[in-house]
Structures are given as structure tokens and as C-alpha cells.
Nanobody
Framework: QVQLVESGGGSVQAGGSLRLSCEVS????????MAWFRQDSTLVREGIAT???????TYVDSVKGRFTISVDNNKNTLYLQMNSLRPDDTATYFC???????????????????WGQGTQVTVSS
């Protein structure tokens, strides 16, 4: 059974940093696309970053230059380094995985087969 488990969320002041982790367990057939989504108080789940070997990393404009997505295949872990955090980054962050190639942050959440449970990030001004 495939499981994705996020960690690393918390509360931070504006300008601070956090690193989110997403550990993948179970046989994922080599997930070809990994992604981070976030869901704020409006309950809209937005794709913010993806990573795949064929396309590399993609980012939504609002996080570009501040967030970095990466993956450690030896540890089966996906990361999201978040710097220069702002209050509007406050949300629940989810990792997701898909076995197909070619993902982009604008892809619909319905293409992703596997999801974590989410981790809360709160940024205060």
C-alpha cells in the first residue's frame, strides 16, 4: 500500500523559512511526477510546484524564487524548501504523486493518484 506522509509544517513569522518533507512508502512503481499543492481558507487546492525527470521543476508565479522543490530518491522523500514566507502562504500543504510523466504545477489535482494527509503552515505578520 502506497503512503505519503508530510511533515515539517508549523508556525513562522513573515520572512522566515520552513522545509516540508513528504516520505513515500510502499511500492510506487517509480513515481514519475511529484507535486506540492496547498489549500487555504477558501478550500481551493492549488498546485504550486512539481518535479519530474522529463520536465524538471515547475513553479506557480507566487512562489517562484522563494520555494524550491527537490527529491531524494535514496530516502524516498520529496521536499519543499520555503524561504521568505509571507502571510498569504498560510495554508495546508499536500504532497501528491503520479506514475505518469510530464507534470506541471497547473495540472489538475485529479491526475494525481496518491496524496498525503497535509501539513499546516501558518505565517504571521
Amino acid at each position: 500500500q502506497v503512503q505519503l506522509v508530510e511533515s515539517g509544517g508549523g508556525s513562522v513569522q513573515a520572512g522566515g523559512s520552513l522545509r516540508l518533507s513528504c516520505e513515500v512508502s510502499g511500492y510506487l512503481f517509480g513515481a514519475r511526477c511529484m507535486a506540492w499543492f496547498r489549500q487555504d481558507s477558501t478550500l481551493v487546492r492549488e498546485g504550486i510546484a512539481t518535479i519530474s525527470r522529463d520536465i524538471g521543476a515547475t513553479y506557480v508565479d507566487s512562489v517562484k524564487g522563494r520555494f524550491t522543490i527537490s527529491v531524494d530518491n535514496n530516502k524516498n522523500t520529496l521536499y519543499l524548501q520555503m524561504n521568505s514566507l509571507r502571510p498569504d502562504d498560510t495554508a495546508t500543504y499536500f504532497c501528491a504523486a503520479d506514475r505518469r510523466w510530464g507534470c506541471h504545477y497547473s495540472d489538475s489535482l485529479v491526475r494525481f493518484e496518491y496524496w498525503g494527509q497535509g501539513t499546516q503552515v501558518t505565517v504571521s505578520s
